[in-house]
């Protein structure tokens, strides 16, 4: 449909090879012998594991629970036995290792019962997000956010729009638009879950220009639903047009604040496989275990996109896709966001959505130093001014590079493709935002600290008080006791004195003798009288 569109700042024209790998169907790639999976794919924490060594499972198994609130489950993506739950290789700009939970697929790839939920119009918004949270969704664009809290929206905050990212702007990448192209009812019927969740009028599904095939699968398929609250939009190709604030700019001319978020404006973006993942989990119960992966570049044989169970090597992805001579540098993402990885037997994880397999190394091996061109400035899209935050970050002033607004930058890498010096700028951006978060997280570590400290002492004072206290209790109630002492002395006498007296008396009578003389005849009265008589003597005689 036609809307009126808004043009964003800055960006950038670039060849988008995305043919390459769109020449053939979406197939799912085999079942593989061994499935890594990571306790932490996502923006969060880490999940906690709830299954041991040895155990055998199902495929779509919790195998390990969302350990707080922004958390998600991780869930066996083959049937299979646990063999090994221990620190691997993942994919991560840094290379680090984090545990992992190893499958030995036994081959049967056996599912767990599934409970769908057809009628998903009769959930409320709080049972539909628990779903959506149980299948352990985050967003599938690259961020790995949980899907469940961007559907929660707080109170206090009102969505009005709710927007499905189908732009994938970044050269090489197109999981997306293949899933657009061939998955289009699955992604409009995720994005009415996700309308009934959030309870929002409009929604739009945002698709670049160059994506025609899969604008008109997804028309199409629109039309079967009968949703005339979704509009299906085309948007220029730009990079990065694809980029959350850029998308919301261009489809509603609105800002996102700066340090804000989209919801303070109304807004909630998803991604399309997002969408997809929802509809999956809503409506046939299964949990995320797979997706669209793009295997791209010279340096395979047959670029194309597979369908991955979460868990897979990337070697055997590249071996199926016919790694060849020219494979000698692999990245995770794109060659304008994604990273390069050194240890290609890494697992595809939730947040993998695509494999690029150059032919050589893209960074030039020189650098020189800035000239003050302002080339950077003039394509950022957040409007920052690139070369101030290079200055400040390289002279690790991260506060200066605060000022500059550090984080409203989305790392789209428009100003260190045009540098004419050939200056890494966003691997400085991305080193002063670790620093600053690892700051950040020693201060609140050394505050937590300091916060227990202060307590212990507090309770050692107070415990120490309540002692003085009890303490001076003790002594006046002494004092009170000391001042009657005389009376108590006194009282204390009578009484002994009157328990002494009942024991005398007690004593006098049973020295009596019972009597028993009651209807005696007058000779055992008799008989008696003289015993007592005689027992009187023989004491007197005593
Ligand atoms: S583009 Fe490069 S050389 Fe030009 S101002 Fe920015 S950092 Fe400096
Ligand atoms: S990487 Fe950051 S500073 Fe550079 S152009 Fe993109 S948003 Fe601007």
Redesign the pocket.
Same mark, same amino acid.
Request: include cysteine; proline fraction near 11%.
């Given at each position: 449909m036609t809307m009126r569109l808004w043009k964003i700042f800055g960006g950038l024209k670039l060849p988008g090879f995305k043919s390459m790998s769109m020449t053939q169907q979406t197939e799912a790639a085999p079942l593989p012998k061994i499935l890594t999976l990571p306790l932490k794919q996502h923006i969060g924490h880490a999940a906690e594991t709830i299954v041991n060594v040895g155990d055998k499972v199902l495929k779509g198994q919790m195998i390990a629970a969302a350990k707080d609130y922004v958390s998600t489950p991780i869930h066996a993506s083959s049937s299979g036995t646990v063999i090994a739950i221990e620190e691997y290789a993942v994919p991560h700009p840094s290379g680090k290792m984090t545990e992992c939970i190893v499958i030995e697929t036994d081959g049967k790839d056996k599912w767990i019962e599934c409970v769908k939920n057809a009628n998903f119009r009769q959930l409320d918004a709080s049972a539909l997000r628990n779903l959506i949270r149980d299948a352990g969704i985050v967003g599938l664009g690259g961020a790995g956010f949980p899907s469940f809290i961007k559907l929660n929206p707080g109170p206090g905050n009102m969505v009005n729009t709710l927007i499905l990212n189908g732009a994938e702007c970044e050269p090489y990448i197109t999981c997306d638009a293949m899933l657009m192209q061939e998955q289009s009812r699955k992604i409009i019927d995720g994005l009415n879950i996700m309308r009934h969740a959030l309870q929002v009028e409009r929604c739009i599904i945002a698709v670049e220009d160059n994506k025609r095939s899969a604008y008109t699968m997804l028309v199409n398929a629109l039309q079967e639903h009968e949703a005339e609250y979704i509009d299906i939009v085309l948007i220029p190709t730009l990079y990065p047009a694809g980029g959350e604030k850029q998308l919301i700019k261009t489809l509603t001319g609105k800002e996102v604040p700066s340090n804000g978020l989209p919801i303070n404006i109304g807004i909630v973006c998803h991604n399309v496989a997002t969408a997809a993942a929802v509809a999956s989990a809503v409506l046939e119960g299964k949990p995320l275990i797979n997706r669209y992966v793009t295997v791209t570049g010279e340096g395979v044989e047959h670029p194309r996109n597979l369908d991955v169970l979460i868990g897979t090597p990337f070697s055997e992805l590249i071996e199926l896709c016919g790694k060849n001579r020219k494979a000698e540098q692999f990245i995770m993402g794109g060659p304008m966001m994604g990273f390069e990885i050194s240890d290609i037997n890494i697992p595809v994880i939730k947040t993998t959505n695509c494999i690029l397999v150059q032919s050589k190394k893209t960074e030039p091996d020189f650098v020189m130093p800035c000239i003050r061109c302002g080339q950077?400035a003039s394509? =950022?899209?957040?409007q920052?001014l690139?070369q101030q935050?290079y200055w400040y970050a390289r002279a690790k002033n991260f506060d200066k590079t605060q000022d500059y607004n550090l984080f409203d930058?989305?790392? =789209?890498?428009? =100003?260190t493709y045009v540098c004419p010096s050939h200056i890494p700028?966003?691997q400085y951006?991305r080193f002063a935002k670790t620093e600053i978060w690892a700051q950040e997280q020693e201060k609140k570590s050394s505050d937590i600290a300091r916060q227990r400290h202060e307590f212990r002492q507090f309770r050692m004072e107070r415990k120490k008080a309540e002692n003085e206290a009890r303490k001076k209790q003790k002594k006046e109630l002494l004092k009170k006791v000391s001042g009657t002492k005389d009376n108590a002395d006194d009282a204390k006498k009578a009484a002994i004195e009157a328990a002494m007296a009942r024991v005398k008396a007690k004593r006098e009578k049973q020295s009596i003798t019972p009597a028993n003389t009651d209807n005696l005849t007058e000779k055992q009265k008799k008989e008696i009288a003289e015993v007592e008589a005689r027992r009187r003597n023989a004491k007197e005689e005593n």
């Open positions: 950077c394509v =950022c899209p957040a920052l690139p935050l930058c989305i790392e =789209c890498g428009c =100003c700028l966003v951006y």
